[in-house]
Nanobody, 131 residues
Framework: RVQLTESGGGSVQAGGSLRLSCTLS????????MAWFRQTPGKRREAVAG???????SYADSVKGRFTISQDTAKNILYLQMDNLKPEDTAMYYC?????????????????????????WGQGTQVTVSS
């Protein structure tokens, strides 16, 4: 399985920005579907942004227009640019990767994707937004 390492979390005031990074190592396939999830205590881990192996992107309604997912395939890094952050964005953020998840599911079923849909997960990075 590919190994994922997140970085870039921290504390910021509402309206601020952060950029999360997720470095992939040990790739065994040429392409992966990838996503950013977030989770708060007692709640389900939810997908906030996904990028398919063809480059198509999808976002949860709660972050659309504020978050941008992108990747540097040459460096094997996934990014999540988060702008206009709100206190409700406070959560542990995880990146996830899977070599078999197709673009259709990323584009049409992001809100129902869960832990079982991705083969590899990072350890998470905390994002805290204060009002």
């Amino acid at each position: 399985r590919v190994q994922l390492t997140e970085s870039g979390g921290g504390s910021v005031q509402a309206g601020g920005s952060l950029r999360l990074s997720c470095t992939l190592s040990g790739k065994t396939y040429s392409t992966y579907a990838m996503a950013w999830f977030r989770q708060t205590p007692g709640k389900r881990r939810e997908a906030v942004a996904g990028i398919a192996d063809d480059g198509s992107t999808s976002y949860a309604d709660s972050v659309k227009g504020r978050f941008t997912i992108s990747q540097d395939t040459a460096k094997n890094i996934l990014y999540l640019q988060m702008d206009n952050l709100k206190p409700e964005d406070t959560a542990m953020y995880y990146c996830a990767a899977d070599p078999f998840l197709g673009p259709l599911r990323i584009m049409t079923a992001l809100r129902v994707l869960g832990v079982e849909d991705f083969e590899s997960w990072g350890q998470g990075t905390q994002v805290t937004v204060s009002s």
